[in-house]
């Protein structure tokens, strides 16, 4: 029987104190330990995108990081988008350019994108397209989520 450790992760403002094995991926215990399930679990290779969340405010694969090496560290989630009941302009520009399709990769190219124009408000339109080429679509609607991302960047500068 592998030994717990005792970590605390601090998703979305909320401390989560946690006893798991070591081996326990990040986005396992966002989903399973502390029942944040817009965290999606895609490919559990870090190839697809879907597991993306911002860890200190960098987006991370969450299926590549291990619970433990998140310990104290702030974790934000795309059930931290929103604030007190508005919907971050990201996630209104999806819903208004058809950028949600079947929703399974949603979640990780809001993070994503979320992440990056948060550290680079200024960021260009080619390299924000070329930042979420990382990340993969099973809909093929990439062109709808190019679209809804670039809409929220423009917005967001202009706030």
């Known amino acids: 029987m592998t030994q717990k450790i005792d970590i605390t992760l601090m998703i979305n403002g909320e401390r989560h104190a946690l006893s798991?094995?070591?081996?326990?991926?990040?986005?396992?215990?966002?989903?399973?330990?502390?029942?944040?399930?817009?965290?999606?679990?895609?490919?559990?290779?870090?190839?697809c995108g879907a597991c993306t969340v911002l860890v200190d405010d960098v987006p991370m694969r969450s299926c590549l990081m291990f619970a433990v090496q998140a310990d104290g560290k702030h974790i934000r989630t795309v059930e931290?988008?929103?604030?007190?009941?508005?919907?971050?302009?990201?996630?209104?520009?999806?819903?208004?350019?058809?950028?949600?399709?079947?929703?399974?990769?949603?979640?990780?190219?809001?993070?994503?994108?979320?992440?990056?124009?948060?550290?680079?408000?200024?960021?260009?339109?080619?390299?924000?397209?070329?930042?979420?080429?990382?990340?993969?679509?099973?809909?093929?609607?990439?062109?709808?989520?190019i679209k809804a991302v670039l809409a929220a960047a423009h917005q967001m500068k202009g706030a």
């Open 20 to 47: 798991i094995e070591p081996r326990l991926t990040l986005v396992d215990a966002i989903r399973d330990e502390c029942g944040k399930t817009g965290t999606h679990v895609g490919c559990e290779h870090g190839v």
């Open 80 to 145: 931290g988008l929103a604030r007190n009941g508005e919907l971050h302009p990201l996630q209104r520009a999806f819903t208004e350019h058809h950028g949600l399709q079947c929703g399974f990769c949603t979640p990780g190219f809001l993070m994503l994108a979320a992440g990056a124009l948060e550290q680079d408000p200024d960021i260009s339109d080619e390299d924000l397209v070329d930042v979420l080429s990382s990340n993969l679509c099973r809909c093929t609607g990439y062109q709808n989520i």
